[in-house]
């Protein structure tokens, strides 16, 4: 079951250091609706708070959708990331737009030799891993009774398998060096189940779990790890035809959500900015709900904040 104390909790000192961070960026970076753009001021480790100069950045998943938006909030707070993704020419093209410090890796998170291969060129490079980002994943639903094997076993290995592979590699660096943070992506999923889901709500309650035990093994090397829980967020996993955000809100999805819409990607960066930073130096293993509410529970029709009937 979900510890609902520690999803408020979480959800609590999100908020906050959310909107520490809005005060420091420009509008275009606001949070509440009309994100993306960037503030000249907050480039190049422009943003007093949070400084990723000295940092090297693992992005799996990054050549799109919220991976693409870490690699970019990362590179704006000055730090040298390494997007890893399957799809090549987004990435490279990404990495070629943020300019030298970002570099593009194809790269297969359910692949141990390649996660071997990974992070011994960055070190060979970059001398150090202080973040790791396991954002890389995959969705597909069917009903668990005409679920295919190959597929349930995908999702599987791409979302948990992936994750696994990424901390074991990287926190080896990360514990000689005895720091590092590992942020891993689970979802809204990974807080509850919901028809259809049985094996993306599988693989991201794994990763929930993964991510404590993580915590608790590295905790005393001085490495951190914690779980960010997106709600419905405006990438292609979500909206794939691109269809602009306000026509979103029609999906069934958000009458149950206090927030009623869905986060656009920086909206989920801003968190793992957080936690990849000193800023967090005491959080791990805490479970990251990012979902406008989703989580929290029932929303009663015709009561005070529900939906009409
Ligand atoms: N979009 C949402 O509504 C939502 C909600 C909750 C959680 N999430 C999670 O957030 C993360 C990012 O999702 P997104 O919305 O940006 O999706 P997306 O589909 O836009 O991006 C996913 C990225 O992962 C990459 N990827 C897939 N398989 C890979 C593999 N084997 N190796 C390396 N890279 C691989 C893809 O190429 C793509 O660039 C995922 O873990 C997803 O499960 C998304």
Known sequence: MHNGNMNCISTRVSSAWRWMIAAECSEEHAIGGQIMGSNPSTKSGGNALIDLSSHVAIVTGGARGIGAAVARLFAEQGATVVIADMLESEGQDLAAQLGPK??????????????????????????????????????????ILSFDRAQFDRVLRVNLVGTFLGIKHAARVMVKAKRGSIVNFSSSEGLQGSNSMAAYASSKWGVRGLTKVAAQELGASGVRCNSIHPGPVNTAMLNPT??????????????YMPMRRAAEPLEIAQSCLYLVSDASSFV??????????????????????????
């Open 242 to 255: 691109g269809r602009p955000a306000a026509e979103l809100t029609t999906l069934s999805l958000f009458d």
């Open 284 to 309: 791990t293993g805490a479970e990251v709900a990012i979902d406008g509410g989703l989580t929290l529970g029932m929303r009663l029709r015709n009561r005070p904040g529900g939906p009409e009937a």
């Open 102 to 143: 970002v570099s593009f890796r194809r790269h297969d998170v359910a692949d141990e030799p390649a996660w071997e291969k990974l992070v011994a060129e960055t070190v060979n490079l970059y001398g150090r891993i202080d973040a790791l980002v396991n954002c890389a994943g995959i969705l597909i639903t069917d009903a």
